[in-house]
């Protein structure tokens, strides 16, 4: 009899290991589950959704044609349980459905903090693209807003709301912006950027409570007793892996469902990928969280390969994103971060990696031209991280040179000696080893 692969979750990790299960089993049935009513769509371009840029049908890459295509059931119902002994999960209709081999991808939630008030109208998150609909639906009326959190998917909420003509107020809990991964400099050159378009920034500044009337937002009340009326309150302070369903199935978990290095969890036949995962570095034993579109795709691709028959080994690449941050095109690669600094999240945010909080042993090298910034994290002969904001010229040569562990010992002592001339030296070794690879038998 043909396998049958349930996957819950129909984001990144799920699509990519419904379509890995298909190329490795032809004759398998794959069914997919979600609670949301669309077919996939991208995460990440939500925020260009948001301001306006694309528009809304631009976030769909597959429409239903190709699940049919793929062979693929895709089903609209919520998990209620899972029973690890039965192979079986029953859903909110009381349907049970048995499996041979079972994929959570049940992705991330956005945090709320406990505040007064936090359940009025106005209170949003973004997760998912019903709440990109609600906040574009709210900043229709709304006259100003308020942005909370750090990481990527505050400015995505704020230039969002600013874009559609919403005086937004940032606030950052500290006295700068995402202060564990970007230095001062590269923080005040982001804020510039806000400021520049209209956001206003108002540091080292606590919610206390939100004030409502008639159940809707009227202002958020700050600790030094201030208030800002306003009618949409936006909040990005981290994310947490939704865990309901490993925990009642008792799943090894920790802060995610813990997997191996074929993605697998403490249950026979049952794999995690994506943001729900806690995934084992093998080279370091390691366990870490991420939130990256490209590593969701990636472990979803492993665990369908697995899940079909396959034996393939997580190989864990230093973790990248390639996105935004004040209008600033963005790099991050690697360990870049400020050991002992205090940011504005609670936990890790979207498009995000806790790897990128690691400070590197080694020499900082940093070059600044303009709007144009570029910092190296060099470890003893290879670049152990990477922040380039600006300018993307070496975004793709660094991605390769920082994967690869490429050996950068012949070029080190001028890397060091002079900052102002890295650009070039990193282009042209990156050419020479580029060329020198291709040319390899």
Not at 106 to 120: M, N, Q, S
Not at 191 to 208: F, K, N, P, S
Not at 311 to 319: D, G, L
Not at 372 to 394: C, H, K, P, S, Y
């Amino acid at each position: 009899m043909a396998a049958r692969f349930l996957i819950v979750g129909n984001g990144a990790a799920g699509l990519a290991a419904a379509e890995s299960i298909r190329r490795r089993d032809p004759q398998g049935e794959v069914i997919i589950l979600t609670e949301e009513p669309h077919a996939f769509y991208s995460r990440p371009g939500l925020a260009y959704f948001l301001t306006g840029a694309i528009p809304e049908k631009q976030l769909f890459s597959r429409p239903e044609s190709d699940y049919r295509q793929l062979g693929i059931t895709r089903i609209v119902a919520r998990v209620e349980s899972l029973d690890p002994a039965g192979h079986a999960l029953r859903l909110h209709d009381g349907r049970s459905l048995p499996y041979d081999r079972l994929l959570l991808a049940t992705g991330a939630r956005a945090v709320r903090p406990d505040l007064p008030g936090i359940d009025l109208q106005g209170v949003v998150t973004l997760d998912n693209l019903d709440d990109a609909r609600r906040i574009v639906a709210l900043a229709r009326r709304a006259r100003r807003a308020v942005v909370v959190g750090g990481g990527i998917t505050a400015l995505e909420l704020a230039e969002g709301l600013n874009a559609r003509g919403v005086e937004t107020h940032y606030l950052l809990r500290r006295d700068r912006y995402w202060g564990n991964v970007l230095e001062p400099d590269e923080s005040a050159l982001v804020e510039a950027q806000l400021a520049e378009a209209g956001i206003r920034l108002h540091r080292q500044a606590d919610v206390t409570r939100l004030l409502g009337r008639s159940d809707r937002l009227a202002a958020v009340e700050l600790a030094s007793g201030s208030k800002i009326e306003c009618q949409i309150f936006a909040v990005a302070i981290g994310i947490r892996p939704r865990l309901r369903l490993a925990l009642q199935a008792g799943l090894a978990t920790d802060r995610g469902i813990l997997v191996d290095e074929h993605m697998r969890t403490s249950a026979a036949d049952i794999f995690a990928a994506g943001d729900v995962a806690e995934v084992l570095d093998p080279q370091t034993g390691a366990r870490h969280l991420d939130s990256l579109w490209w590593a969701a795709l990636e472990a979803g691709s492993l665990a369908g390969e697995n899940m079909a028959g396959g034996s393939v080994r997580q190989h864990r690449p230093p973790p990248f994103n390639v996105t935004s941050l004040g209008g600033l095109t963005t790099t991050i690669l690697g360990c870049v971060g400020q050991a002992g600094v205090e940011d504005d999240l609670v936990s890790i945010a979207r498009g995000d990696s806790e790897i990128w909080r690691q400070a590197a042993d080694g020499m900082a090298v940093e070059c600044t031209q303009a709007h144009n910034r570029l910092r190296l994290m060099l470890a003893e002969n290879t670049i152990a991280g990477a922040v380039v904001l600006g300018d993307q010229t070496l975004s793709r040569p660094l991605q390769a040179l920082i994967r690869q562990r490429v050996d950068i010992t012949p070029i080190r002592p001028r890397l060091l000696a002079e900052p102002a001339g890295a650009p070039a030296v990193l282009l042209d070794f990156w050419k020479e080893w580029s060329a020198a690879r291709a040319a390899q038998p």
